[in-house]
């Protein structure tokens, strides 16, 4: 192949529309208005209600949270996949699961909250499986780890943005007050006022209201997006996650894998929260910069490894992922101040970029083009269940060892720690993927382009 015909070959690659990067990024920006204070906001709201908190319910929250998003998800899939409308189901998920957030204002209770949680979960979880279906037909295959890595750039940074905003909306006590005076009559309405041992609500109201503007823009601009007519003839059928689980290929493979460090990761995340809240008493905003500089690792390393993944294949990248997670819960464990959260999050972020679109860009290199939205849905349903066990196991665990030992920085120090060690372990298992096809390179022989004195240039034939 010629120079010419190379960069012919590479001008005629389909590339995501800058509609979608628009899209995709109010999206995330209504993700990072919110996401990063909602357990902030139980633990706000069992110390006003109990003056303690309570682990089995941050279990439970953290368990909705990640089993609600999928366990829909593969009907939302297959039914995409079968009407060939995506962008429709896009939209109907991205404007109802935002909107609900704002209602999150009016939960009473952690239980109330934990409902309405796993009901906004539901929701939004239409839009998980139909908009990874989407952009993955408006893409090449020879492309798909760079386009993902640069439409995962444009997500971050506006969730990076919105985080940021959201901090500082939360220690900015006069807008709650020029809000509710803009909007006259309907101020009291949308942000009402309430009780002292309710003011904690206060710093919410911002990040809530916004993420539900944010998001009727954003569903409304997916409808805009043109959607390329997916190839094949006759009827799709929903395939069911059982055959889908059960047919031994890689697929299966990779799902059974992702068992052991799914489980081992869960068992951290109800108590990341409690660090930051409890042992360090880090306010909205500091908690804000610690998500911001997790997403600011996922925006600096996400592109580098897209392409990377393009050149040496998904299991390289996943590896090396997965294989570093274990150092976070470690590091919240013997967390002294607020720069041990900082640099945890920013390896945590740097695993994600490696990681996270490196599994997606491999799901879809091994699943049927006209299922994509089926596998991505079932795989993301599979290790939701595997999160929920988790999650609700760490929270009974803790709070069992919490009423033996009597002392709660010793019960959260030993489940950081557990998770630690697990996820360790459980690592070694992704060297059991297999990659469907032959790369130009290696990760090895990158690096090595990288140092000084060693070059290795490709021939160009």
């Known amino acids: 192949m010629t120079i010419t015909e190379s960069q012919t070959e590479k001008a005629d690659l389909k590339r995501l529309p800058k ?9 995330q920006f ?24 309570n682990y089995i319910e941050q279990g439970a929250f953290r368990s909705v949270g990640n089993f609600a998003p999928t366990v829909l998800q593969p009907i939302w899939g297959a039914t995409s996949d079968r009407v060939r409308n995506t962008k429709a189901f896009v939209a109907f998920g991205t404007m109802t699961g935002l909107l609900v957030v704002y209602m999150f204002l009016w ?17 939004f979880s239409i839009q998980i499986p139909t908009w990874l279906s989407l952009v993955g037909g408006l893409m090449d295959e020879t492309n798909r780890g760079n386009e993902l890595g640069k439409l995962g750039l444009a997500t971050n940074i506006a969730s990076l943005l919105a985080t940021l905003i959201s901090g500082f ?29 309710q003011a904690f609500r206060v710093a919410y109201y911002g990040p809530f209201f916004f993420t539900a503007i944010v998001g009727i823009v954003a569903s409304l601009l997916s409808i805009t997006i043109k ?17 889908l689980l059960s047919q031994p290929n890689d697929f299966r493979r990779f799902c059974f894998i992702a068992v052991f460090f799914s489980f081992a990761m869960s068992l951290a995340w109800p108590y990341f929260i ?56 470690i590091l919240y464990a013997v967390a ?14 740097f695993c994600t970029a490696s990681g996270m679109n490196a599994i997606t860009a491999y799901i879809y290199d091994i699943a049927p083009e006209e299922e994509r939205g089926s596998h991505l849905a079932v795989y993301n ?81």
Do not use: C
């Not at 939960?107 to 929701?123: C, D, G, K, V």
């Not at 998500?291 to 299991?315: N, Q």
């Open 274 to 329: 409690i660090v930051q809240k409890t042992w360090l008493k880090n306010s909205n905003l500091e908690i804000a910069i610690a998500s911001a500089v997790m997403t600011l690792s996922i925006i600096i390393f996400t592109v580098p490894f897209g392409k990377l993944s393009d050149r040496v294949g998904r299991k390289p990248l996943i590896l090396l992922g997965r294989g570093l997670l274990f150092l976070v819960p």
């Open 381 to 461: 349903t599979f290790t939701g269940v595997v999160y929920l066990v988790g999650s609700l196991i760490a929270g009974i665990l803790g709070q069992i060892i919490l009423q033996t030992l009597g002392d709660p920085y010793f019960t959260v120090f030993i489940m950081l720690m557990l998770s630690g060690i697990l996820r360790f372990f459980a690592s070694f298992f992704y060297l059991l993927v297999r990659e469907p096809k032959a790369y130009s390179s290696t990760i090895w022989l990158e690096l090595r382009t990288r140092l000084p004195g060693k070059r290795h240039d490709r021939d160009i034939v």
């Open 169 to 197: 909306i939360a220690v900015l006590p006069s807008l709650v007050p020029f809000l509710r005076g803009l909007l006259g009559g309907l101020g009291p309405l949308f942000f009402p006022v309430h009780l002292d041992e």
């Open 19 to 27: 509609r979608a990067f628009l899209v995709g990024a109010l999206t």
């Open 336 to 349: 002294q101040n607020v720069y041990y959260v900082y640099a945890a999050n920013i390896l945590a972020g």
């Open 107 to 123: 939960a009473a209770t952690p239980l109330e909250m934990i409902i309405l949680y796993a009901i906004q979960s539901i929701l």
């Open 30 to 53: 209504a993700v990072g208005l919110h996401a990063p204070f909602l357990q902030a906001y139980l633990i706000d709201m069992q110390e006003a209600l109990r003056g303690v908190q």
């Open 227 to 243: 959607q390329h007519q997916k190839q094949g003839d006759g009827p799709r059928r929903f395939p069911p996650i059982h055959r």
